[in-house]
Protein backbone atom coordinates (compact mmCIF):
# COMPACT_ATOMS: atom_id res chain seq x y z
CA UNK A 1 0.00 0.00 0.00
CA UNK A 2 1.52 3.51 -0.88
CA UNK A 3 0.89 6.49 1.11
CA UNK A 4 1.23 9.83 -0.79
CA UNK A 5 3.56 12.69 0.65
CA UNK A 6 2.12 16.00 0.42
CA UNK A 7 3.05 18.47 3.01
CA UNK A 8 6.34 19.95 1.33
CA UNK A 9 3.61 21.44 -1.57
CA UNK A 10 1.79 23.15 1.36
CA UNK A 11 4.63 24.05 3.52
CA UNK A 12 6.05 25.95 0.19
CA UNK A 13 2.39 27.89 -0.87
CA UNK A 14 2.49 28.72 2.91
CA UNK A 15 6.19 30.54 2.22
CA UNK A 16 4.82 32.16 -1.20
CA UNK A 17 2.49 33.94 0.62
CA UNK A 18 4.31 34.86 3.65
CA UNK A 19 7.07 36.05 0.89
CA UNK A 20 4.55 38.10 -1.40
CA UNK A 21 3.10 39.92 2.28
CA UNK A 22 6.92 40.91 3.22
CA UNK A 23 7.54 42.46 -0.16
CA UNK A 24 4.20 43.97 -0.07
CA UNK A 25 5.15 45.46 3.25
CA UNK A 26 8.42 46.54 2.73
CA UNK A 27 6.88 48.39 -0.26
CA UNK A 28 4.74 50.13 1.67
CA UNK A 29 7.35 50.99 4.36
CA UNK A 30 9.11 52.53 1.04
CA UNK A 31 6.64 54.53 0.18
CA UNK A 32 5.36 56.01 3.07
CA UNK A 33 9.03 56.99 3.99
CA UNK A 34 9.31 58.95 0.86
CA UNK A 35 5.80 60.76 1.65
CA UNK A 36 7.00 61.41 4.91
CA UNK A 37 10.75 62.83 3.27
CA UNK A 38 8.91 65.01 0.15
CA UNK A 39 5.94 66.03 3.03
CA UNK A 40 9.07 67.12 5.47
CA UNK A 41 10.97 68.54 2.75
CA UNK A 42 7.97 70.78 1.69
CA UNK A 43 7.68 71.69 5.37
CA UNK A 44 11.34 72.60 5.35
CA UNK A 45 11.04 74.48 2.38
CA UNK A 46 7.93 76.52 3.74
CA UNK A 47 9.87 77.20 6.60
CA UNK A 48 12.70 78.60 4.92
CA UNK A 49 10.14 80.46 2.53
CA UNK A 50 8.58 82.21 5.68
CA UNK A 51 12.21 83.02 7.07
CA UNK A 52 13.21 84.68 4.10
CA UNK A 53 10.43 86.59 3.98
CA UNK A 54 10.49 87.43 7.44
CA UNK A 55 13.84 88.53 6.86
CA UNK A 56 13.48 90.36 3.93
CA UNK A 57 10.73 92.56 5.51
CA UNK A 58 12.94 93.11 8.20
CA UNK A 59 15.15 94.20 6.12
CA UNK A 60 13.03 96.52 4.36
CA UNK A 61 11.60 98.11 7.32
CA UNK A 62 15.35 98.52 8.73
CA UNK A 63 16.46 100.85 5.36
CA UNK A 64 13.11 102.62 5.71
CA UNK A 65 14.30 103.54 9.01
CA UNK A 66 18.15 104.45 7.84
CA UNK A 67 16.74 106.83 5.42
CA UNK A 68 14.24 108.25 8.30
CA UNK A 69 17.55 108.45 10.34
CA UNK A 70 19.48 110.16 7.06
CA UNK A 71 17.15 112.64 6.37
CA UNK A 72 17.16 113.40 10.68
CA UNK A 73 21.17 114.15 10.35
CA UNK A 74 20.29 116.41 7.30
CA UNK A 75 17.37 118.01 9.53
CA UNK A 76 20.39 118.82 12.27
CA UNK A 77 23.10 120.09 10.13
CA UNK A 78 20.57 122.26 8.59
CA UNK A 79 19.38 123.72 12.05
CA UNK A 80 23.20 124.01 13.05
CA UNK A 81 23.76 126.04 9.76
CA UNK A 82 21.38 128.62 10.74
CA UNK A 83 22.05 128.88 14.46
CA UNK A 84 26.42 129.30 13.61
CA UNK A 85 25.43 131.63 10.45
CA UNK A 86 26.46 134.71 12.42
CA UNK A 87 29.32 133.21 13.48
CA UNK A 88 30.67 131.72 10.50
CA UNK A 89 29.42 134.11 8.23
CA UNK A 90 26.70 132.16 6.19
CA UNK A 91 25.00 129.14 5.72
CA UNK A 92 26.83 126.25 3.60
CA UNK A 93 27.01 122.43 2.50
CA UNK A 94 30.10 120.90 2.93
CA UNK A 95 32.59 117.94 3.15
CA UNK A 96 33.41 119.17 6.49
CA UNK A 97 29.64 118.47 8.08
CA UNK A 98 28.39 115.27 9.49
CA UNK A 99 26.19 113.88 6.77
CA UNK A 100 29.34 114.02 4.05
CA UNK A 101 30.79 110.94 6.23
CA UNK A 102 31.71 108.44 3.83
CA UNK A 103 29.33 106.01 5.44
CA UNK A 104 28.12 105.07 8.79
CA UNK A 105 26.74 102.04 10.15
CA UNK A 106 23.86 101.51 12.54
CA UNK A 107 22.12 98.92 13.87
CA UNK A 108 18.33 98.54 14.82
CA UNK A 109 17.93 95.62 16.32
CA UNK A 110 19.88 93.22 15.17
CA UNK A 111 19.95 94.58 11.37
CA UNK A 112 22.80 96.35 10.31
CA UNK A 113 21.97 99.49 8.28
CA UNK A 114 25.21 101.21 6.32
CA UNK A 115 24.15 104.84 5.54
CA UNK A 116 25.94 106.91 2.36
CA UNK A 117 24.15 110.21 1.81
CA UNK A 118 25.54 112.75 -0.90
CA UNK A 119 25.08 115.99 -2.45
CA UNK A 120 23.24 116.53 -5.55
CA UNK A 121 24.02 119.55 -5.92
CA UNK A 122 27.64 119.19 -6.13
CA UNK A 123 27.14 117.93 -9.78
CA UNK A 124 26.31 119.02 -13.13
CA UNK A 125 22.22 119.22 -13.64
CA UNK A 126 21.39 118.04 -17.14
CA UNK A 127 18.06 118.99 -16.79
CA UNK A 128 19.47 122.75 -16.27
CA UNK A 129 20.35 122.60 -19.77
CA UNK A 130 17.18 123.33 -21.53
CA UNK A 131 14.84 126.02 -19.75
CA UNK A 132 11.91 128.29 -20.72
CA UNK A 133 12.48 131.99 -20.75
CA UNK A 134 10.13 134.11 -18.43
CA UNK A 135 9.01 135.91 -21.41
CA UNK A 136 7.20 133.96 -24.26
CA UNK A 137 7.75 130.22 -22.25
CA UNK A 138 9.95 129.49 -24.91
CA UNK A 139 12.59 126.95 -25.29
CA UNK A 140 16.40 128.19 -24.81
CA UNK A 141 19.41 126.66 -23.84
CA UNK A 142 22.67 127.61 -20.95
CA UNK A 143 25.00 128.32 -23.19
CA UNK A 144 27.36 128.33 -20.53
CA UNK A 145 26.06 124.96 -18.77
CA UNK A 146 26.22 123.50 -22.12
CA UNK A 147 29.91 124.48 -23.11
CA UNK A 148 30.90 122.53 -19.66
CA UNK A 149 28.93 119.89 -20.02
CA UNK A 150 30.86 119.68 -24.14
CA UNK A 151 34.30 119.80 -21.98
CA UNK A 152 33.18 116.95 -19.77
CA UNK A 153 32.76 114.21 -22.94
CA UNK A 154 35.78 115.54 -25.14
CA UNK A 155 38.26 117.00 -22.53
CA UNK A 156 37.95 115.20 -19.48
CA UNK A 157 36.50 111.27 -21.04
CA UNK A 158 38.06 111.90 -23.90
CA UNK A 159 35.09 110.86 -26.43
CA UNK A 160 35.70 110.71 -30.10
CA UNK A 161 31.86 112.20 -30.78
CA UNK A 162 30.57 114.56 -28.33
CA UNK A 163 27.17 113.71 -27.58
CA UNK A 164 25.84 116.69 -26.30
CA UNK A 165 23.69 117.28 -28.81
CA UNK A 166 22.02 114.11 -28.33
CA UNK A 167 21.01 115.18 -24.80
CA UNK A 168 19.60 118.51 -25.69
CA UNK A 169 17.46 116.65 -28.29
CA UNK A 170 16.47 114.18 -25.56
CA UNK A 171 15.42 117.29 -23.33
CA UNK A 172 13.74 119.77 -25.34
CA UNK A 173 10.05 119.40 -26.39
CA UNK A 174 10.53 119.69 -29.68
CA UNK A 175 11.37 117.01 -32.63
CA UNK A 176 14.01 119.21 -34.64
CA UNK A 177 17.19 117.40 -34.42
CA UNK A 178 20.56 118.61 -34.04
CA UNK A 179 23.57 118.30 -36.21
CA UNK A 180 24.84 115.69 -34.02
CA UNK A 181 21.72 114.51 -32.52
CA UNK A 182 18.21 112.44 -32.70
CA UNK A 183 15.09 112.73 -32.66
CA UNK A 184 12.05 110.28 -32.00
CA UNK A 185 12.74 108.97 -36.07
CA UNK A 186 16.17 107.86 -34.62
CA UNK A 187 15.12 105.77 -31.71
CA UNK A 188 11.99 104.45 -32.94
CA UNK A 189 13.95 102.92 -35.82
CA UNK A 190 15.73 100.98 -33.19
CA UNK A 191 14.69 97.44 -32.05
CA UNK A 192 13.34 97.87 -29.82
CA UNK A 193 11.88 101.12 -30.52
CA UNK A 194 10.96 103.78 -28.26
CA UNK A 195 9.99 107.31 -28.39
CA UNK A 196 12.30 110.22 -27.72
CA UNK A 197 11.67 111.86 -23.84
CA UNK A 198 11.39 115.21 -25.19
CA UNK A 199 11.03 116.55 -21.85
CA UNK A 200 13.57 116.29 -18.96
CA UNK A 201 14.72 113.06 -17.60
CA UNK A 202 13.71 111.51 -14.89
CA UNK A 203 17.16 109.39 -13.95
CA UNK A 204 20.35 109.72 -15.07
CA UNK A 205 20.56 106.45 -16.49
CA UNK A 206 18.37 107.62 -19.32
CA UNK A 207 22.07 108.27 -20.27
CA UNK A 208 22.20 105.16 -21.32
CA UNK A 209 19.51 104.91 -23.66
CA UNK A 210 21.48 107.58 -26.14
CA UNK A 211 24.08 106.03 -28.67
CA UNK A 212 27.63 106.40 -28.06
CA UNK A 213 26.53 106.32 -24.29
CA UNK A 214 28.46 103.02 -23.32
CA UNK A 215 28.43 101.30 -19.73
CA UNK A 216 32.11 101.56 -20.19
CA UNK A 217 31.63 105.17 -20.24
CA UNK A 218 28.51 105.67 -18.22
CA UNK A 219 30.72 103.68 -15.20
CA UNK A 220 34.16 105.30 -15.92
CA UNK A 221 35.06 101.50 -16.99
CA UNK A 222 38.54 101.12 -19.33
CA UNK A 223 37.46 100.44 -22.96
CA UNK A 224 38.40 96.71 -24.01
CA UNK A 225 41.00 97.65 -25.34
CA UNK A 226 42.58 100.13 -22.98
CA UNK A 227 42.13 96.64 -20.59
CA UNK A 228 44.16 94.80 -23.35
CA UNK A 229 46.61 97.29 -22.92
CA UNK A 230 46.95 97.43 -19.73
CA UNK A 231 46.95 93.76 -18.74
CA UNK A 232 48.93 93.13 -16.14
CA UNK A 233 50.30 96.61 -15.05
CA UNK A 234 49.38 97.37 -11.33
CA UNK A 235 46.81 99.72 -11.24
CA UNK A 236 48.78 102.86 -10.43
CA UNK A 237 50.29 102.49 -13.84
CA UNK A 238 47.16 101.21 -15.67
CA UNK A 239 46.13 104.65 -17.13
CA UNK A 240 43.90 107.68 -15.15
CA UNK A 241 40.98 106.49 -13.48
CA UNK A 242 37.77 108.06 -14.63
CA UNK A 243 34.95 109.62 -12.72
CA UNK A 244 31.73 108.04 -13.37
CA UNK A 245 28.97 109.78 -15.56
CA UNK A 246 26.45 109.50 -12.61
CA UNK A 247 28.87 111.14 -9.84
CA UNK A 248 29.74 114.26 -12.46
CA UNK A 249 25.56 114.60 -13.47
CA UNK A 250 22.74 114.70 -12.10
CA UNK A 251 18.79 115.32 -12.80
CA UNK A 252 17.93 116.53 -9.27
CA UNK A 253 20.55 119.04 -9.06
CA UNK A 254 19.91 123.00 -8.97
CA UNK A 255 17.24 124.50 -11.11
CA UNK A 256 19.77 126.55 -12.85
CA UNK A 257 22.31 124.61 -13.08
CA UNK A 258 24.81 125.82 -10.36
CA UNK A 259 27.10 123.51 -8.64
CA UNK A 260 28.28 123.43 -4.55
CA UNK A 261 31.61 124.32 -4.96
CA UNK A 262 32.09 122.67 -1.86
CA UNK A 263 31.38 118.83 -2.54
CA UNK A 264 31.52 118.81 -6.63
CA UNK A 265 33.88 115.44 -7.68
CA UNK A 266 34.59 117.85 -11.17
CA UNK A 267 38.13 117.88 -11.71
CA UNK A 268 40.33 121.00 -12.37
CA UNK A 269 40.61 120.91 -15.78
CA UNK A 270 36.52 121.30 -16.04
CA UNK A 271 36.60 123.40 -13.11
CA UNK A 272 39.20 125.93 -15.84
CA UNK A 273 36.14 125.17 -18.77
CA UNK A 274 33.88 126.80 -16.01
CA UNK A 275 36.23 129.87 -15.64
CA UNK A 276 35.87 129.64 -19.61
CA UNK A 277 32.20 129.90 -19.85
CA UNK A 278 31.70 132.78 -17.32
CA UNK A 279 33.81 135.03 -19.73
CA UNK A 280 36.52 135.24 -16.64
CA UNK A 281 39.63 136.48 -16.96
CA UNK A 282 40.88 134.46 -14.19
CA UNK A 283 40.00 132.09 -12.08
CA UNK A 284 42.11 131.03 -9.09
CA UNK A 285 41.56 126.93 -10.07
CA UNK A 286 45.10 126.06 -8.08
CA UNK A 287 44.03 128.19 -4.88
CA UNK A 288 40.51 126.87 -4.92
CA UNK A 289 41.51 122.94 -5.12
CA UNK A 290 43.94 123.48 -2.51
CA UNK A 291 41.34 125.10 0.05
CA UNK A 292 39.40 122.30 -0.66
CA UNK A 293 41.51 119.92 -0.22
CA UNK A 294 42.39 121.79 3.52
CA UNK A 295 38.75 120.73 4.11
CA UNK A 296 38.18 124.85 3.80
CA UNK A 297 34.75 125.06 2.85
CA UNK A 298 33.11 128.66 1.10
CA UNK A 299 30.15 129.71 3.20
CA UNK A 300 28.87 132.45 0.94
CA UNK A 301 28.71 133.99 -2.29
CA UNK A 302 31.50 136.90 -1.29
CA UNK A 303 34.10 134.42 -0.95
CA UNK A 304 33.42 132.48 -4.27
CA UNK A 305 33.96 136.21 -5.75
CA UNK A 306 37.09 137.27 -3.64
CA UNK A 307 40.60 136.88 -4.88
CA UNK A 308 42.65 134.87 -5.21
CA UNK A 309 39.58 132.63 -5.73
CA UNK A 310 37.33 134.44 -8.56
CA UNK A 311 34.86 131.36 -8.50
CA UNK A 312 31.82 133.75 -10.11
CA UNK A 313 32.25 137.64 -11.65
CA UNK A 314 29.88 140.13 -9.87
CA UNK A 315 26.92 140.77 -11.35
CA UNK A 316 26.49 144.42 -12.28
CA UNK A 317 23.25 145.70 -13.55
CA UNK A 318 23.01 147.96 -16.94
CA UNK A 319 23.62 151.39 -16.01
CA UNK A 320 25.52 150.31 -13.13
CA UNK A 321 28.98 153.07 -13.12
CA UNK A 322 31.34 149.57 -11.64
CA UNK A 323 29.91 147.86 -15.45
CA UNK A 324 32.57 149.86 -17.60
CA UNK A 325 31.40 147.91 -20.69
CA UNK A 326 27.46 148.37 -19.43
CA UNK A 327 26.89 144.15 -19.85
CA UNK A 328 25.47 141.78 -17.40
CA UNK A 329 27.89 139.10 -17.24
CA UNK A 330 26.88 135.67 -17.28
CA UNK A 331 25.25 134.32 -14.27
CA UNK A 332 27.53 132.85 -11.72
CA UNK A 333 27.31 128.81 -11.55
CA UNK A 334 28.98 128.13 -8.36
CA UNK A 335 27.09 128.35 -4.80
CA UNK A 336 27.90 127.04 -1.32
CA UNK A 337 24.24 125.68 -0.53
CA UNK A 338 22.69 122.67 -1.12
CA UNK A 339 19.25 121.25 -1.18
CA UNK A 340 18.77 118.31 -3.05
CA UNK A 341 20.82 114.88 -1.39
CA UNK A 342 20.53 111.22 -2.31
CA UNK A 343 20.56 108.86 0.20
CA UNK A 344 21.75 105.27 -0.02
CA UNK A 345 20.39 102.91 3.07
CA UNK A 346 22.01 98.96 2.80
CA UNK A 347 20.26 96.97 5.14
CA UNK A 348 21.17 92.94 6.13
CA UNK A 349 18.56 90.92 8.11
CA UNK A 350 20.17 87.55 8.33
CA UNK A 351 20.85 86.68 4.71
CA UNK A 352 18.16 89.33 3.43
CA UNK A 353 19.90 92.32 1.79
CA UNK A 354 17.28 95.55 0.78
CA UNK A 355 18.88 98.94 -0.78
CA UNK A 356 16.52 102.05 -0.66
CA UNK A 357 18.20 104.97 -2.58
CA UNK A 358 16.08 107.45 -2.98
CA UNK A 359 16.51 111.82 -3.63
CA UNK A 360 15.06 113.95 -1.07
CA UNK A 361 14.78 118.03 -1.10
CA UNK A 362 15.38 119.76 1.89
CA UNK A 363 13.32 122.52 2.26
CA UNK A 364 14.78 125.58 2.67
CA UNK A 365 12.11 128.37 2.72
CA UNK A 366 12.69 129.99 5.73
CA UNK A 367 16.36 130.11 6.95
CA UNK A 368 15.91 132.00 10.20
CA UNK A 369 12.58 129.67 11.33
CA UNK A 370 14.43 126.46 10.93
CA UNK A 371 11.06 124.62 12.67
CA UNK A 372 9.13 122.65 10.43
CA UNK A 373 11.93 121.54 8.19
CA UNK A 374 10.10 119.66 5.65
CA UNK A 375 11.38 117.01 3.53
CA UNK A 376 9.63 116.05 -0.49
CA UNK A 377 10.95 112.52 -2.36
CA UNK A 378 11.78 113.44 -5.59
CA UNK A 379 12.48 110.16 -6.50
CA UNK A 380 12.32 106.34 -4.10
CA UNK A 381 14.04 103.09 -5.28
CA UNK A 382 14.17 99.48 -3.39
CA UNK A 383 16.79 96.85 -4.73
CA UNK A 384 16.47 93.73 -3.54
Known amino acids: MSVRMKPV ?3 YAKW ?4 IALLLALLFVVLLSAIVTDFMYKIHVEASLVSSSNSDHDAYLAAKTGVATAMSILHADRITNIE ?4 VGGIYDGLDESWAQSSSVISFNDDVVNLTITDEYGKINLNALVFENSEGGEEEV ?6 VVRDVFMLYLGMEEDPTDLILDWLDGDENGREQGAESDYYESLDPPFSCKNGP ?16 IYFGLPSEEEQFE ?13 IPLFELFTVHGHPEGKININTTPIPGEIMTSISIAQDLPYMGIEETLQR ?16 PYILSAPVHQEGDPGNATNEVPLPPMFTTESNVFRILSDAQSNDSQVRIETYVFRDPSDNQNPEPQLFRVLDWRVIR
Do not use: C, W
Not at 84 to 87: F, Q, V
Not at 201 to 216: A, F, K, Q, R, V
Not at 292 to 307: H, R, S, T
Open 9 to 11: RIR
Open 16 to 19: KNEG
Open 84 to 87: ESGD
Open 142 to 147: RAALEL
Open 201 to 216: MDSIEELLLLPGITPE
Open 230 to 242: NAGLPPEEGGRQL
Open 292 to 307: LEENDPFVNDQELNAA
